[in-house]
């Protein structure tokens, strides 16, 4: 890829959770089109392979949990020191570590993921307003789930925490506009480590009840989160692209 790189465009993303998988699909098309990307992610190591794939040149790396304050300060002041801008904030760090009824719901459990899927979001965007966005513009791209837009038996912590996540998308927008756009994606399931549960050892199966006949894979998402950070998308604001491979046209059929 760092042989092929185009002219930089000027622009800047943070992407949170861009170690692999969904993020760092969205973090390859916004450096295939030219952009600068400041990644962050759990594992260092995971991340500094990122970097290296992406080109050192277009990319650097935080390491860090999400939901730490000063982990979302240090990110934002990494991409203002190497790069002096944050036109792009992508928020796609999320956790599911619960599979089962919502009865049974650890509560403890329950506010781990809302801290980790909503406020960390809400944490990141903030601070890229005051630092960047507030006086310059940019976007925000919030990687929800189509399980915060219908129920999902047995990942119900997680579809509650898009939902929220959602609704957080329309309030920055409002609040955030003229200046800033504010949007989500919610993607069915993508062939990622974290979906893995959902998918693995029965793919042909889970792709089955797909119109499109597939599951989704990271630049899927890539794609919708490049048009979404573009001039294309610059009358949009506030709303959740749903990329799903079509399996809501089922909604209804028996």
Avoid: C
Wanted: glycine share 10%; net charge negative.
């Amino acid at each position: 890829m760092t042989s092929q790189l185009p002219e930089l465009s000027g622009k800047v993303a943070l992407i949170t959770g861009a170690s692999r998988g969904i993020g760092y699909g969205i973090a390859e098309a916004l450096v295939a089109r030219g952009d600068r990307v400041v990644i962050t992610g759990r594992t260092e190591d995971s991340l500094k392979e990122a970097v290296e794939q992406l080109g050192a040149e277009r990319a650097v790396y935080v390491a860090g949990k999400a939901h730490d304050e000063e982990h979302q300060a240090a990110a934002v002041e990494r991409a203002m020191e190497a790069f002096g801008r944050v036109d792009y904030l992508v928020n796609n760090a999320g956790t599911n570590p619960v599979f089962g009824p919502i009865a049974d719901l650890d509560l403890n459990v329950a506010r781990k993921v809302f801290e980790t899927n909503v406020i960390s979001a809400l944490g990141f965007a903030q601070k890229a307003w005051y630092a960047w966005q507030k006086d310059n513009g940019g976007a925000i791209v919030n990687i929800a789930s189509v399980a915060g837009i219908a129920p999902s038996p047995f990942i119900a912590a997680y579809g509650v925490s898009k939902a929220a996540l959602i609704n957080l998308t329309q309030q920055l927008a409002h609040e955030f506009a003229p200046g800033v756009r504010v949007n989500a994606i919610a993607p069915a399931v993508v062939k990622t480590k974290f979906a893995s549960a959902l998918y693995e050892g029965r793919e042909a199966e889970a792709a089955a009840s797909y119109p499109l006949a597939r599951l989704g894979v990271p630049s899927d998402i890539g794609g919708a989160a490049a048009f979404l950070t573009s001039a294309q998308s610059d009358w949009v604001t506030g709303q959740t692209l749903v990329v799903d491979g079509g399996i809501f046209l089922n909604a209804g059929v028996s």
